[in-house]
């Protein structure tokens, strides 16, 4: 176990060196930070005075093993914007976005689990069948999309005339179509927000619960087709394996065959996956952030390049890069302790 810690900790060290002199290496092609700070009417001669204070004007190296050092001592600099550790810029911004990837991954996993058991166990159903189609079309469909098609139809509201009005069935189905727009779609609402510690959450109240609904659905329906897709295809490869066959033959209970006998070794492979995609989706909260104004990381990373802030991005990247590395360690020391088989090692038991 210390050995595999080691291991992982050398790779996040590698990692985080890679992502920084990439971050570096790009800033060149985001535009002039300061031409983001100051106005128009600046002379050149105080936005030279400006880089040259910043270090704007030195070799690449000479910036990149400055902010290196500083960096090993827990200062990834200042942001150009807000004029303040670039560390606590993303603390503040960091809760919002963890607590909507919770939210989905929450959803996620209450929703496939069933759905992906019950099209596997009867792949020949209807609802199999509707679950499967389905799914197809949220793999296809973008998440900017589903963002703006549940605010339409949740917060906004639609009136729906796809059927006669003059025939009773049709105004019947007008009106059951229709919806009345009462769900928030922009912010966190930040009166309804609580602190506990120093944690802003939403989930301390109800009206706080309905501002994060719409994101963390639509952040779901990412992975959520895949999950179901996924978990349907390995149970009904597993319910195909003879020890399922011999737990049959021996008259176990459908019940305990699907549930404890082929539910988890279903999960091995889907644990894998969804480590990544857990991790993942710490990145594709740009897009849901940024349609419903949620106050996190993902909106914050948008705006610094806007705005050329390059200690913010890179203090960004270097954030998401540890965030995956713990998420894929957390994975292999949950894999190997559903698979005992499993060593962290690589090596067979």
Same mark, same amino acid.
């Given at each position: ?12 060290? $590698? ?6 002199? *990439? ?40 910036? #990149? ?6 960096? =090993?001592?827990?200062?990834?600099? +200042? ?14 911004? $960091? ?66 005339? @796809? @059927?006669?009005?003059?025939?009773? /069935?049709?105004? /019947? ?8 727009? +009462? ?22 109240? /109800?009206?706080?619960?309905?501002? *994060? ?10 992975? *959520? ?32 065959? #699907? ?8 999960? =091995? ?14 990145? #594709? ?13 993902? =909106? ?11 200690? *913010? ?25 559903? +698979? ?10």
């Amino acid at each position: 176990m210390i050995a595999f810690l080691i291991k992982r900790l050398m790779h996040a060290i $590698l990692v985080m060196f890679v992502i920084s002199v *990439l971050a570096f290496a790009i800033q060149d092609n985001l535009g002039d930070p300061v031409q983001q700070m100051v106005g128009q009417s600046v002379p050149e001669s105080e936005r030279e005075a400006i880089r040259e204070r910043l270090g704007l004007n030195d070799p690449f190296l000479v910036q #990149y093993s400055r902010f290196a050092v500083n960096a =090993l001592q827990g200062d990834f600099g +200042n942001s150009y914007f807000y004029r303040e550790p670039a560390l606590e810029v993303i603390a503040r911004h $960091l809760p919002a976005t963890l607590e909507l990837v919770f939210a989905a991954t929450l959803i996620i996993v209450l929703f496939s689990v069933p759905i992906g058991v019950y099209s596997a166990i009867k792949p020949k159903a209807v609802l199999s069948r509707f679950f499967m189609g389905i799914s197809i079309v949220g793999i296809s469909v973008p998440v900017f999309l589903t963002a703006i098609v549940l605010i339409q139809i949740f917060s906004i509201g639609m009136t729906v005339s @796809f @059927f006669p009005q003059d025939t009773g /069935w049709g105004s /019947w189905l007008n009106d059951l179509l229709s919806t009345e727009g +009462n769900m928030p779609s922009f912010g966190r609402g930040y009166d309804l927000v609580h602190v506990v510690g120093y944690w802003d959450t939403n989930l301390a109240s /109800w009206n706080g619960l309905k501002h *994060l609904v719409l994101p963390a659905i639509s952040l779901a329906s990412i992975m *959520l087709p895949l999950f179901i897709r996924l978990i349907r295809a390995e149970m009904m490869e597993v319910l195909q394996s003879d020890y399922v066959r011999y737990a049959r033959a021996k008259g176990i209970s459908m019940r305990r065959v #699907y549930f404890i006998h082929a539910l988890k070794n279903t999960m =091995l492979p889907v644990i894998t996956v969804g480590g990544v995609q857990i991790g993942t989706m710490v990145a #594709y909260t740009i897009l849901t952030e940024t349609v419903f104004q949620w106050p996190g990381m993902g =909106l914050m990373f948008l705006d610094a390049i806007n705005r050329a802030d390059i200690p *913010l991005i890179v203090t960004y990247l270097m954030i998401v890069g540890v965030i995956f590395v713990v998420t894929n360690t957390i994975v292999d020391l949950v894999y190997g302790l559903v +698979n005992p088989t499993v060593k962290l090692t690589g090596k067979p038991a």
